[in-house]
Structures are given as C-alpha cells and as structure tokens.
C-alpha cells in the first residue's frame, strides 16, 4: 500500500494508542453534588462519565501513555519519527511546545520537527492533516510521524459545561495507511467568532454555551454539504460505514445529524435511523471518558475503525471553538481488522477508579 496509482505516496495511520487517566466519576454523582436533576445531564446532555486525573497527572502523562501504546504497536524503530506534532489546548507554557516535554519522556530528539498544535478541539485534526500533507509531499524523507491529541478538560465548578469535562489521549503514528488511509481530499469550513476561549492566564475557558451549539451545527452542515458537493447525498452517505464526531458531549452530535439531515430533507425517521445505526455506536468510548478535547473526535475514529474490513470507509468531523471545523474521510487498512487498540481501553477502564462527590471536590481544590 506504498503508492497510489499516480504514484503519489499514500499516507495514512499505521498505528493508534489511546489513554484514559485512572480516576473517573459519574454524572449523576456531580449532579446529586449541585442539585441538578440526574436526568438533565445522562438524557438531556447524553454524558454518562467524565475521567479525571489525580494530583500530578497530566496532559503529558497522558500523551505519553498514548505514544508509547502507539510506538509499540507500530514496531518501527524510533530514528525513523522525523515529526513530533501534539494538538492541545492543555499547554503548560505559552512559547515551550508540549512535545518538548513528550520528546523529552519518549528519547526523541534529532533530526526531528517537534511542534505543538492549538486551535482548540480542532488542534489534533490539524495535527493529523499537517503530518498526513507533510508525507504525501515527500518533505518526510522516508519518515514517520508521531501524532498526539491530548487534553484535560475542566470547566470551572459549577459551570453548566461541568457535566460534559473529561481527559484523554490518542497518539497516531502517521506513516504506511496500515490501519486506515487518510483520503487527501477533506472539507474545512470556519468563522472567527468567540464561542468557548480561553484568556491568557486564566485556569477555566469561558463558554458562550448556546452559541457554541449553533457554531457547531453550522460548520457541521457546512462541511457535509460540501462532502456531497453536487452528487446523490444518498449515494455519498451509504459510501461510509461509519460517521465519527467532534464529542463534547453526544445530545451535541445528535443535533448536528439533525441539522445535516434536515439540510438534505431526510424525516425524523430517516435521521433517527442514520443516527442510531452510523453515528451513535462511535461514541461508545466517549460516553465513559467525557469530552477530551482534541482527543474527542480521534477516540471516536479509533472506535470506529476497530474491525473495519479493508476499504470500509469512515467519516470524521472535527470542530473547534473560535472557529474551525473539517471533515475528513479515512479508508479501513489491512490491520483495522484485529482492532488492536481496543485493548488500551478496556485495560485503561477497568483499572480506573470512581471517586465520590467529596473526592471530587478535594481534586479541585
Ligand atoms: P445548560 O444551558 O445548563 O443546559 O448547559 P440546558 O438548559 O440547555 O439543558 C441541556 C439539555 O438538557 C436540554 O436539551 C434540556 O432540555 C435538557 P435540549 O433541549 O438542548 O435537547 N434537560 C433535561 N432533560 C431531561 N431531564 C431534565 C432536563 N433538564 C434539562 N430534568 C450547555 C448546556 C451545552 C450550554 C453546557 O453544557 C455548556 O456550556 N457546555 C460547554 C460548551 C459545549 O460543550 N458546546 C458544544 C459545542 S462547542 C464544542 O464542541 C467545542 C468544545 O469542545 C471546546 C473546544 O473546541 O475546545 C466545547
């Protein structure tokens, strides 16, 4: 799978690892905590669990879980990483790049573009794309790429965002399309507007809630008329197996599908069907690791792309706040078969532990 048939190299994901940190709490326990009905956060916002870190775990312990998971999946030797890209928005410092604390955990230094990506949820997409580009141009040199989506998202207490926080992971090595092809077309779609920032020095993002979800559903149609572009939306659609999201919480992913499919003049049926059996299986993982930020849309993908048949192909839409959003499309590789990385989960959940309302509380302290 080396080269296309215009022989421009083909570049893809040739392995995946993912992290979630090992403490967790449930939305009704936050909820009992500030006297909202349970019911609000698991029906109305869709959320099950956030993950949390404990004191002393963060965004680069989480990244470097991830890439040592990746790494050794991969089985390439680590002189062959000419690329270090992190998206976050969990930076430690404003001019030192977060891969320059990961390089440093995982012996990476050299000859090495070592970089840190920031545009919100969108940082690891661009991450991805920018490695995927930088390979399909021949600028590698033969080499890899090691990309990482990581992010440890608190809302400050209280917050209506609070039900929706969440941490995680996922660190792709960019190389041969093993596990999946990253098709080069993709469709991007954004608009400079303050709908969840962050100020300089400030520890919690400020949130203009309602506006974020019409941004968000906005750039969703937008991107997807463009996939469809001037075709048979049926045809485009029942080309995928599977359509993954931006996942800061999942009613937000319904209400962007019934903003799509509104757009194309599907009935509820028709959307609730669509839904049901293309989107909301994707977002398995997500429901019990809350909204990670940049790794958000990329654990879905990984979700996704576990047993995959060569070819199936898979829709990603990332957005971030401020904003820009781009859907990608990715085609299944020989190894998204054996889903490999599933296991970086199931291991990461069954080792976490539930906190109660006061530990939480004592967290955030
Ligand atoms: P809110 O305003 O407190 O909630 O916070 P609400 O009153 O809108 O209620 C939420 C839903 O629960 C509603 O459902 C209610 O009806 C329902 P809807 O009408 O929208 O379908 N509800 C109930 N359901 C059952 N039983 C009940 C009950 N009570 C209410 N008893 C908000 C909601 C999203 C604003 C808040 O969580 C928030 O600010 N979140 C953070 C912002 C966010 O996630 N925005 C999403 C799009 S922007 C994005 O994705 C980017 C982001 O990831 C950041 C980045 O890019 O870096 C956030």
Redesign the pocket.
């Given at each position: 799978m080396s080269t296309s048939t215009n022989e421009r190299p083909l570049s893809g994901i040739a392995s995946i690892g993912l992290h979630l940190p090992p403490l967790a709490m449930g939305v009704e326990e936050l909820a009992r905590l500030r006297g909202e009905?349970p019911?609000?956060f698991t029906?109305?916002?869709g959320c099950k669990a956030m993950s949390l870190c404990p004191p002393d775990y963060d965004v680069v312990e989480l990244s470097v879980v991830a890439a040592e998971r990746a790494l050794s999946r991969w089985g390439g030797d680590r002189d062959r990483i000419g690329l270090l890209a992190v998206g976050t928005?969990s930076a430690l410092d404003m001019s030192r790049p977060l891969s320059a604390w990961v390089a440093e955990r995982l012996g990476l230094q050299g000859s090495i573009r070592s970089y840190e990506v920031k545009h919100?949820?969108?940082g690891g997409t661009l991450a991805v794309r920018q490695a995927t580009e930088w390979r399909m141009a021949e600028a590698n040199q033969g080499r890899a790429a090691l990309v990482i989506a990581a992010d440890v998202a608190l809302y400050e207490q209280g917050d209506?965002?609070e039900?929706?926080q969440g941490a995680g992971a996922v660190a792709m090595v960019i190389d041969e399309p093993e596990v999946a092809l990253i098709e080069p077309h993709s469709f991007p779609w954004s608009e400079p507007v303050f709908?969840?920032w962050r100020p300089v020095g400030e520890a919690f993002p400020r949130?203009d809630?309602?506006l974020?979800?019409e941004?968000?559903k906005r750039a969703a149609e937008r991107c997807f008329r463009a996939l469809v572009g001037q075709q048979d939306p049926e045809q485009v659609f029942a080309d995928f197996t599977a359509f993954c999201f931006?996942v800061?919480?999942p009613?937000?992913v319904l209400k962007a599908v019934q903003r799509v499919g509104t757009f194309f003049r599907w009935d509820p049926e028709r959307i609730a069907t669509f839904f049901a059996e293309k989107v909301s299986p994707t977002m398995a993982w997500n429901r019990l690791s809350g909204?990670s930020?940049t790794a958000s849309l990329w654990i879905s993908v990984a979700n996704a792309l576990q047993g995959l048949q060569l070819g199936e192909r898979v829709a990603a839409f990332s957005?971030?706040?401020g904003f820009g959003a781009e859907l990608l499309t990715l085609k299944a590789g020989p190894k998204a078969i054996s889903g490999a990385w599933e296991k970086d989960v199931v291991t990461d959940l069954a080792n976490r532990q539930f906190v109660d309302a006061a530990a939480y509380c004592a967290l955030r302290a």
């Open positions: 009905d019911d609000k029906i109305g916002l928005e919100a949820c969108y209506p965002g039900a929706t709908d969840f949130v809630g309602k974020s979800l941004c968000y931006h800061p919480f009613k937000m909204n930020y957005y971030g706040s």
